[in-house]
């Protein structure tokens, strides 16, 4: 009886642990909303589409326990090139619920590699909490006999646990390695090591259980998402014979903001220059990016239509920033009520 009692007692004392082991782990969401990592091949139409839930992406990592407790937000199961403002309005909100609770460790968000670059950038702007968020996804989709899915996922589960992660604003991790979402961008439409950072290099990676960090963004920053429609921005690129006939379209259509793809540092021919005034003489904001993926644009070249010419007539240099980045962070301000040359190129030199 006493060996009865002993053994009853042990045992509640191993429960009693467990349970306490269970309640000090963190808690990582997971919220799932589609692309290639949740896509499988088609039996009839041999193409790749939607199939896999969150909740089947989980089962792919059975040691994520060890990590944090998973809990999975089923948010959508869609293409990444679906994505709009509304869409990432309500991540956004989804996001800021779950990082409001104070058990949330981190978010860890799979999404399509082909827009993911401006939805990391998007949350990055608007997310309130400096918890982490972690978004990851494949370049192989779930039938693939390599499929990338499952590493990246345990890696931002990882990321998310680890303290050195707070404050480093939306990351995206892939191929273990970690990128920021101001400078992250997609560089290849096959290889799994497609995002990169170009000058700015990752900010760390993952190895086995360790995350280690080596950088830190420093030019982040904050804008609330207004209740108003976000305003509708468009991107136009300068090219060899550009005419800027769609320019001015879409300011007749009523644009309310422009980001031109120029070239080098900045620059665009007459045609395109016309255009560009001709936006600003209608209240139309225009930023000036480049299609070049590294350096920035900048008020250099003074020749009609150059950097110098276009900043001098009005316009904004987008700087490092790429122009799909460039369109979601003028859309905020110009919904936030910053519409000035003055008060934009501040932002965008922030």
Not at 102 to 114: F, K, L, R, S
Not at 176 to 182: F, G, H, V
Not at 318 to 327: F, H, N, T, V
């Amino acid at each position: 009886m006493r060996t009865l009692r002993k053994t009853l007692v042990t045992l509640a004392i191993c429960l009693a642990a467990m349970d306490a082991s269970a309640q000090a782990q963190p808690v990582v969401q997971f919220i799932a909303t589609g692309g290639t990592i949740a896509m499988k091949i088609d039996p009839v139409t041999k193409g790749v589409v939607p199939a896999i839930s969150g909740d089947d992406l989980m089962q792919t990592v059975p040691d994520a326990g060890k990590y944090a407790i998973v809990e999975v937000n089923n948010f959508s199961n869609m293409s990444a090139n679906y994505v709009e403002a509304k869409w990432w309005t309500r991540l956004t909100k989804a996001v800021d619920d779950a990082l409001a609770r104070p058990e949330v460790a981190g978010v860890v968000i799979a999404h399509g590699t082909d827009t993911m670059e401006e939805t990391a950038y998007w949350l990055d702007l608007t997310v309130k909490s400096d918890k982490p968020v972690i978004l990851i996804g494949a370049q192989r989709n779930a039938s693939s006999p390599d499929f990338d899915g499952p590493r990246n996922l345990l890696n931002a589960i990882r990321i998310a646990t680890t303290a050195q992660a707070r404050g480093k604003g939306v990351m995206l991790a892939m191929n273990n390695q970690i990128n920021a979402a101001r400078s992250v961008t997609k560089t290849h439409t096959g290889d799994v090591e497609t995002f990169k950072s170009g000058d700015f290099g990752f900010l760390g990676e993952v190895w086995e259980d360790k995350v280690i960090f080596t950088n830190a963004p420093l030019r982040r920053q904050h804008i609330d998402i207004g209740t108003a429609e976000m305003p509708r921005v468009e991107i136009l690129a300068m090219f060899g014979g550009a005419d800027g006939s769609l320019l001015r379209y879409a300011v007749d259509q009523g644009a309310k903001g422009i980001v031109v793809q120029a070239v080098g540092m900045g620059n665009m021919n007459v045609s395109m220059f016309e255009a560009v005034k001709y936006a600003l003489s209608k209240n139309v904001p225009v930023v000036v990016a480049t299609r070049v993926p590294n350096g920035r644009t900048m008020p250099v070249y003074g020749f009609v239509g150059g950097g110098k010419t276009s900043y001098e007539a009005g316009a904004v240099m987008a700087g490092d920033l790429s122009p799909q980045k460039a369109r979601l962070l003028l859309m905020l301000l110009l919904q936030s009520g910053i519409s000035g040359q003055a008060e934009l190129q501040a932002a965008f030199d922030h």
